[in-house]
């Protein structure tokens, strides 16, 4: 695989914004491999996504932000670059329903997730010997009303000490404080088991099945300090029938679940995303 | 094609149904084409469809109540009989949308809708050539805050003179009054055009667009009182994403909601469609 | 959940079959759960799958096949029962890439699949940490051009030993004799890693790839002496584009094999898939 | 909605590309609105489509080829341009099914295709009174193995009249001749009833009935000489069972076959298809 380097930028929409990007790509002997450019009339957006090979480039990556400053500066824009080199460190947290987290670890050891998986926080013991398995670091904060600060505080010195850039809810059931959103924006993805706004908040398939929809879907979102209400990465939806119970919702929804959060990580470990007016742009 | 009888039924559970049932239609020389049969474990009930060839069947079927009376009152079924012979007469209400009109119109004319489309009753004169077209009776009843109930008196002595049976709201615009609904209980289909529950009421294109959902949806259901909450028919859903401004949304949904609507008329005159508990049984 | 037992039934369509049936269980006080009939015209054929609860039924199920003889042969029919106490006994077959492996197996342990997985034979010792994880004999068995009928021999004597009722090859890259094959008729389920018929034989993504497709399937079936050419029992497909690479396509296939493959497998240990004509009926 | 002028590039992969193209717009006063580049690494191409509002734009567009003709040449382009000031113009050729038909005039009555459509070409009178609905001239040109030759050229007399810079073949049951193939490269676009490459040639559902498939599909394609072996455009599919005869994967195709054919229509005169290698990139 290519070593490459990918460059997301949000900024107000102006003439000449892609040539001036590329032209100072150009300049640094970038060979571009893919680039994706949207503009948002609305709110008159500019919002880009370029993706060049690092073999042949001729600027330090760490000299990037120096040299790319004037242009940045110029056109207002608030950008993130994301060099082959480094790996995202993911921390997955995980409560008793397991079917997300034996997802993802198996499709970061197949390759598909090009990231780190350095520790897994649990609010029980009973996933240990999954975590065993793939030879990562578990770590048990049990978490109640009375103790949720003091067992914040040591999740935070966990997250601290294995230096993590994102955490992933993976069938986590427990609500962050807003302390705990604040310190992670945009750096905390939760899978929720419906197709959102549709049934926010507590038991959605069981709401699913007593309304009589034909369809369940699941979401996977950045988490915000309100409820379920973070901007959507990824939905989809699989099809019900009055010969699924309340049980059959539950099993064809993780089946969705797992797809549908281990879609939202690899986007973000691949910088797809791009986040702005509580949506997101998927640069797929 | 055959001509067929079909039989709807619901009641409690009790040993014994299937073959009363079976053994009833046997002695009457019935040759059963297709049965599907489904108990709802919570609610302890039998939901039952059975279809048979009617060539060869020794019942009249005017006779039919009366004989099947004794089984009927035994196990406390509530059943509808559709015999080939009798179409249902629908009327298709519409405003400006003219697309799930022209869809519906079409698929009739095509055979795909086992039924008679007598009337079209619109607040807007707009889609008269196209009912010209089909030589579909064409009437405008105008309504508006001030003449609402009178409006509806002109379209209930319009729905009874045509001898309407079911009542298909094709993107029309108006809420029902309370009296109108309760007047053609389970026999009126509306489309909505989000994924209900989500973006139940007004605009849901434009909320769907500003939630920043990545899957758009309508849905099919049974009007009852309370506004986009009677039982759902029928789903779909297809996919959107940052590429997709507000109008992609609407034109995208514009191939939903004939689908979706479609399919909800189909299998309500082919009595494919069971109602109970604010569900409906669709057996397909 | 509910003991049950399961019937199916294929036989020249007549009247009466239904009253029959539902006679012969009332009379026994059997409660029918789900009955679903169907009756191919073209081939003049009943088809039938009927669950009762066997809480209360009064026929000794050892004796149900002497009992039901009479109306068996009366109406010709080829049946199977399938008691809820008898788990059907797998053996999975594998090669190296163990994605449709790990999701069987997890499967099975989340309870989603009604059988005992007593058995893995792979022709590589790669997956056998995975099958030491679950607690699952795992036998290598080299195979190759010279050594193929010494080798299969040494699977057919595991098969007896284990005493298996339904080999499935998840992603076993091997082709099995004739021999092999008729050894376990409508006994073999095979994941193939393309829509049927489309790309039969080797290296379908490739394929697909080359073609330009803009869908990627998979399908399972059962394995008869033409390759690829058995029952299909289930198909499914996602959306590939030009963003997609030929190991994007991999990618994405392998989420696709491993849901087509596990409906398979559990339709056929619930007894749902009736064959005929080399095609299957899913009772859902 | 903005003017806007359209670039589809296809050339050796450079660097500098990017810039060049960049540069040249950003010097003409050009605000690019979408901008997608891609690059297939195999055949190492580079593949771009541009968008700019013309508002604004200091280029005369009729000069834009001179202007941009050392770029071109610098980088070896295949390219084109198409200006929002240019309709296509659309022949559509049909036989006695007119679904397809039905659904194009009224999407582009609708305002979803961009393009004109001065001519319905028919070897059936029947869709005549569609055509009249719609106001589009209708021509019948009858056509049998003996005629071949002469009806062919009666209908190249026809789309030279008219000016037609594409063809539609919406369910014409007839093969075009290897000569009219040749006359209109990548201007001729079919809809086939089968999930391409299975299932080519005639019949494809009553194949896919008799093989038993779980999913049917429909494909657009260019037409090219070989038959059904063109560059996909679309493809979809819908679910069958058991429960649907041949009858209802017809009318259940028919649905499949009005919206892929559609969007094939839709993105082609919105210049979004990019052919090469037989393959098509559609940058949506």
Known sequence: MKKTATLLINCPDRKGLVAAIADFLFRHDANI????????????????RVEWDLSGFALDPTQFERQFASIAEKFQM????KLAGH?????IFVSRYDHCLVDLLYRHQSGELACDIPLIISNHPDTRRVADFYGIPFQVVAINKENKAEAEARQFSLLDS???DLIVL???MQVLSPEFVARYPQRIINIHHSFLPAFVG???YHRAFERGVKLIGATSHYV???LDEGPIIEQDIVRVSHRDQLEDLIQKGRDLEKVVLSRAV????ENRILLYANKTVIFD
Chains 1, 2, 3, 4 share one sequence.
């Open 170 to 172: 993976a069938r986590y």
């Open 162 to 164: 294995y230096n993590i």
């Open 202 to 204: 507590a038991r959605p």
């Open 33 to 48: 491999l893919h680039a994706d450019q949207h503009q948002d009339a609305e709110e008159n957006l500019f919002l880009m």
């Open 78 to 81: 608030r950008w993130q670059l």
């Open 87 to 91: 790996k995202p460190r993911i921390a």
């Open 266 to 269: 690899r986007w973000h470990v």
């Open 224 to 226: 915000t300090e309100v």
